[in-house]
């Protein structure tokens, strides 16, 4: 009887040897122990000599879609039995390296050979040709790994055992369905070149809705568009950027995007797919239909259908269709799995999820005070509706009311389960700043980049949170990049002017604003940068843009109230601040206007007007006792010496609000040295700046602009102390940074306090021109103003 001998593929590395028809590994010819589970991820980490395997890749290959098992410690064990094995250190491998956070790397030179054939090194197995009753199925694969330009894979035919028996017969039968299996494996493994790429841009069109139902209209193109934001590859076109290419082709920037208008989107944005999709209906039955064609020539590039045997089923099925179209696009089946959270997850109401779409063109074309009706009627319908909450988060706060704000956030961060993973991310952030836990909110962020490395939505809430404790520079690159990123959001603008007003880089700014102008986005920092420039026709006249805006219009009033403080007329300030008041009272917004009202008694407060001071607290925290006008307050009260009541205020803060990281860096140390200084003691005072002195320059929250509260109060006590240098260091700090202290009130009468250090130091000279200045400042002040009067005092007895 004839014997045949089995065909084999041994790859070899260093003094080992891996049989890959048997997983058998051998050292020196001596077969060595290693499980099955082990043995595979080696030959699938050899094969791909060179490259890196992810964690997700191996979970898929060793268990499929087993969901019953711990992948990480599995992967884990896996790795260690094969270094055990092989004799490799993890810290120092010779053979798998560790690629932190992403998966494994063979490093080892690799070659292959057959029973029958020369050795070479290969990149990933080859399987020998078909043989017998299987050449057809080979075939097909080797055909299909040949489409992708991957011939390689499979090796030139080796010579077909002879089958003299009933038993060679079976042993090629088995030979040739290990070759089978082992070409299907290569092509499993080995990467399908994609219909997109994670550089390419997807267009969402809206539904074509066949069946009479208008839920459906705005419906689902909001949960395709969270089914296929979840996605860390699809790359989709934001709503701002859509909606600024609807303007250019001089469209209202809510209109409809029908197949054609995604086209022409697709075309001038430089787009590579339009994503739409249909819904029909028969019956109670409905049938959905998503389809990707090409932007360049309307080519169909993927489709996907699924069916809903009722109205209740429909967004379940969007999710399934969803899913096999991403897959299709060229995503990862590891990926889809990973971020594939259902949009019933978020919301089971198509009404709901109707009104916060409609809720989202409305803010994104009016405001944030328009969008909040749509998304109230959003949570009427659906209570557990996470996202509602956290889009009312944004909006509250962007208005100036954190009450309201962290009240939605907290709603929304006990939702964080049910939602997709960028979802999740979005809700943390929105918490965390809410809580002001700036630790947990950078580790947020990090992991967002991490994930979504094309968002620009992290990146500019990092650019805020590096402003707020002074790390401009670290701000400015932020700012960059979410621009980079997200040409078309106005907020990556202003935040970016701001960090170059910041670090005093006026043209900078001004050539910031004007970008955002060219792209017809509106620029918040022109009021400021007019500001700086002395040019009041300009602030009117961005006030006048935003007049009956709410949330926009009692923003700039109150600006203009600070302005006119800085520059002494003290009347003028009032009024615009009663009007700022009133116009956030109008809008519904009782916290921001209290905001207002409390910052215009702490003006007060600094200009020695103890009995306004006073009742501008009162009024304000009667208005609202919100977190932000608190702390305005507490330190109005220290300033006129009502030091009981700022203490109480300040305990009170630091009980409700305990993670609160610029409340304990900043805001706290800043009262208590208020509170100390007021009663005289210097030496109390200069410890508890301590704690904010590497905080100086920063501009937290709740105010518009910086404050210098720190360094303000620290000259302050150097002159009570008569250490004229010492406070003429501290007043000419914030002379140096006009770009944030801008026009709060503590810039200009850091003048008049650096006049006097310059005198108590005996620098006649220096003191003489510092009154100059700051009576230049003031030479339009009211004539009555108790400072105006105590400084051109002051400056006569000069010798």
């Given amino acids: 009887m004839a014997s045949s001998a089995r065909p084999s593929s041994i790859l070899r590395f260093g003094s080992f040897e891996l049989d890959a028809t048997n997983g058998e590994l051998r050292k020196a010819g001596i077969p060595l122990k290693l499980h099955p589970q082990p043995s595979r991820l080696l030959l699938l980490l050899a094969a791909r000599q060179g490259q890196i395997v992810d964690r997700e890749e191996i979970q898929h290959a060793l268990w499929g879609n087993n969901t019953f098992v711990d992948f990480d410690g599995g992967i884990n064990f896996c790795v260690k039995q094969i270094r055990d094995t092989l004799g490799d250190d993890a810290e120092k ?24 054939s020369r050795e070479h090194v290969i990149p990933f197995p080859q399987a020998p040709a078909p043989v017998n009753s299987f050449e057809i199925s080979l075939q097909s694969v080797k055909k299909e790994l040949s489409s992708r330009n991957l011939h390689a894979v499979i090796s030139p035919a080796l010579p077909v055992p002879r089958a003299d028996s009933k038993k060679d017969l079976l042993r090629a039968a088995m030979a040739a369905f290990f070759l089978v299996v082992l070409a299907a494996g290569a092509f499993y493994y080995l990467p399908r070149p994609p219909i997109l790429t994670e550089k390419d841009t997807v267009v969402l069109a809206d539904f074509t809705n066949a069946t009479g139902d208008s839920v459906f209209d705005e419906a689902l193109k909001q949960a395709l568009t969270v089914e296929m934001g979840q996605s860390p590859f699809l ?52 049938l959905l239909d998503l389809t990707a064609v090409a932007c360049s020539n309307g080519e169909i590039l993927a489709k996907q259908q699924a069916e809903a045997a009722r ?187 701001g960090s170059f007003l910041n670090l005093n880089r006026i043209e900078e700014a001004k050539g910031t604003c004007e970008q955002a102008l060219a792209r017809k986005l509106p620029c918040a920092e022109l009021y400021y940068l007019a500001f700086l420039e002395r040019d009041s026709a300009e602030m009117a006249r961005q006030i006048s843009v935003v007049a009956g805006e709410p949330g926009n219009e009692d923003m700039l009033l109150s600006a203009q109230s600070d302005t006119e403080a800085y520059f002494g007329r003290l009347r003028r300030a009032r009024v615009f601040s009663r009007r700022a008041v009133d116009s956030a009272v109008r809008s519904g917004f009782p916290e921001t206007a209290a905001l207002w009202r409390v910052n215009a008694a702490l003006r007060e407060a600094e200009f020695g007007e103890t009995v306004r001071a006073k009742e501008g607290v009162k009024e304000a925290l009667e208005l609202a006792a919100g977190r932000n006008v608190k702390i305005l307050a507490a330190i109005a009260l220290a300033r006129i010496g009502e030091i009981t009541s700022s203490r109480a205020l300040a305990r009170e803060l630091e009980q409700t609000y305990p993670s609160n990281t610029l409340l304990k860096i900043y805001w706290l140390p800043v009262m208590d040295a208020a509170n100390e200084l007021h009663g005289g003691n210097v030496s109390k005072t200069l410890v508890s700046l301590e704690t904010a002195a590497p905080y100086d320059l920063a501009q937290p929250s709740p105010n518009q602009t910086g404050t210098l509260y720190p360094v303000y109060l620290r000259g302050q006590a150097d002159l009570l102390a008569h250490n004229g240098s010492a406070a003429a260091v501290e007043f000419q700090k914030i002379l140096d940074y006009p770009g944030i202290v801008l026009n709060f009130v503590t810039g200009a009468l850091a003048h008049l306090q650096l006049a006097r250090a310059y005198a108590i130091a005996g620098d006649t000279a220096k003191a003489r021109t510092a009154y100059q200045e700051f009576l230049s400042l003031w030479k339009d002040a009211d004539p009555d103003n108790p400072l105006l009067l105590q400084a051109k005092a002051e400056y006569a007895k000069l010798p």
């Fill in 235 to 286: 790359n989709v076109l934001s709503d701002s950027k859509t909606s600024e290419t609807l303007r250019m082709m001089g469209r209202p920037a809510g209109a409809r995007v029908t197949s054609s208008v995604g086209r022409e989107i697709c075309l001038r944005t430089g787009s590579k797919a339009l994503l739409g999709g249909s819904i029909s209906s028969l019956g109670s039955h409905y």
């Fill in 93 to 116: 491998p010779r053979y798998i390296e560790t690629v932190p956070r992403r998966g494994y790397r063979f490093i080892a030179a690799v070659s292959q050979s057959h029973a029958d």
């Fill in 311 to 497: 109205k209740e089923d429909v967004l379940k099925a969007l999710s399934r269709a969803a899913s096999g179209l991403r897959v299709k696009l060229g995503e990862s089946l590891p990926s889809v799995q990973k971020f594939d959270v259902p949009i019933e997850a978020t919301t089971t109401s198509l009404e709901a999820l109707k009104y916060y779409s409609m809720g989202a063109r409305v803010g994104a074309a009016q405001g944030d005070a328009a969008s909040i009706p749509f998304m109230k009627r959003a949570l009427e319908l659906d209570p557990d509706f996470a996202m509602a909450y956290v889009s009312l988060a944004r909006h509250y706060t962007n208005l100036n009311q954190p009450s309201l704000a962290f009240e939605s956030a907290a709603k929304a961060f006990a939702l964080r389960d049910r939602v997709t993973e960028r979802e999740k991310l979005g809700i943390s952030a929105v918490y965390f700043r809410g809580t002001g836990d700036l630790e947990s909110l950078d580790q947020t962020f990090q992991v967002w980049k991490a994930n979504y490395p094309r968002d620009a939505g992290p990146h500019g809430s990092l650019c805020a949170s590096y402003g707020f404790i002074g790390q401009y520079e670290k701000a400015l690159l932020e700012c960059q990049e979410a621009v980079r990123l997200d040409p078309d959001t106005v907020t990556n603008y202003d935040n970016l002017a």
